[in-house]
């Protein structure tokens, strides 16, 4: 079974400082990892995705992402925290038959900026 | 290109009542899917249609069942209402095959 376990509820950083969001995976397949971000009162919107080309993922809005196998950990990052960057974010992990989809999001990390 | 919409935004509903939620998915996308957020916690899949069939489901009892239309546009109906069926309940759309999904911005539902 694949699951998902995110590393902090709440994380807090300074504008400008480094934003680091923890995600670490289990699945017996060859996974898709992704990231999600959620506004108030709003759907998630997809800030990137891993399928297996490139291990370091770049996104919308200046964030990146790795998937470090060893590890099992697809960690989120940006170099410089914007206030806007102010949001929840979701890991999330499908197996690759689903064809998309069917996806097991983590718990969330809740990110505050401050300025 | 519209983008995804559900349907009511909010709604509130007793225990033991029954609800169906809408959702209308994007231009060019033939598959849906449904997650259950409660408080606090990551969305959950409750079921996906692809082509009017359901795609698989998630651990979610039968009183939560969904249809999905030729226009491809899906409701989620859930009967018999409890509590803890208290969420956002969020629709996602892609294209068959593609594994990114295009969420609504949900509905918030209220079970008294």
């Known amino acids: 079974a694949q699951s998902v376990t995110q590393l902090g509820s709440h994380v807090s950083v300074s504008e400008g400082a480094l934003v680091l969001l923890r995600c670490n995976y289990s699945?017996?397949?060859?996974?898709?990892l992704f990231w999600y971000v959620q506004y108030p009162n709003q759907g998630l919107q997809l800030l990137l995705k891993?399928?297996?080309?490139?291990?370091l993922v770049k996104g919308i809005n200046g964030f990146e992402a790795e998937f470090k196998k060893s590890e099992t950990s697809f960690h989120l990052t940006k170099p410089s925290a914007h206030m806007s960057d102010a949001a929840e974010y979701f890991c999330?992990?499908?197996?690759?038959?689903?064809?998309?989809?069917?996806?097991?999001f983590g718990q969330g990390t809740e990110l505050s900026v401050k300025p | 290109e519209t983008g995804v919409t559900q349907s009511p935004t909010h709604l509130i509903k007793t225990r033991g009542q029954q609800v169906t939620l809408r959702c209308s998915s994007q231009?060019?996308?033939?598959?849906v899917s449904w997650y259950q957020q409660a408080l606090g916690q990551g969305p959950q899949f409750i079921f996906q249609?692809?082509?009017?069939?359901?795609?698989g489901r998630g651990n979610f009892p039968p009183r939560f069942s969904g249809l999905q239309f030729p226009n491809y546009s899906s409701e989620l109906n859930v009967n018999a209402l409890e509590l803890d069926d208290s969420a956002l309940y969020l629709c996602?759309?892609?294209?068959?095959?593609?594994?990114?999904?295009?969420f609504g911005s949900g509905t918030q539902l209220s079970v008294l």
């Open positions: 996602a759309s892609s294209r068959g095959g593609d594994e990114k999904l295009f």
């Open positions: 699945s017996s397949v060859p996974p898709y």
């Open positions: 891993y399928t297996s080309a490139a291990t």
């Open positions: 999330a992990v499908s197996d690759r038959a689903n064809q998309g989809g069917k996806l097991i």
């Open positions: 231009s060019g996308h033939n598959t």
């Open positions: 249609y692809y082509r009017e069939e359901e795609n």
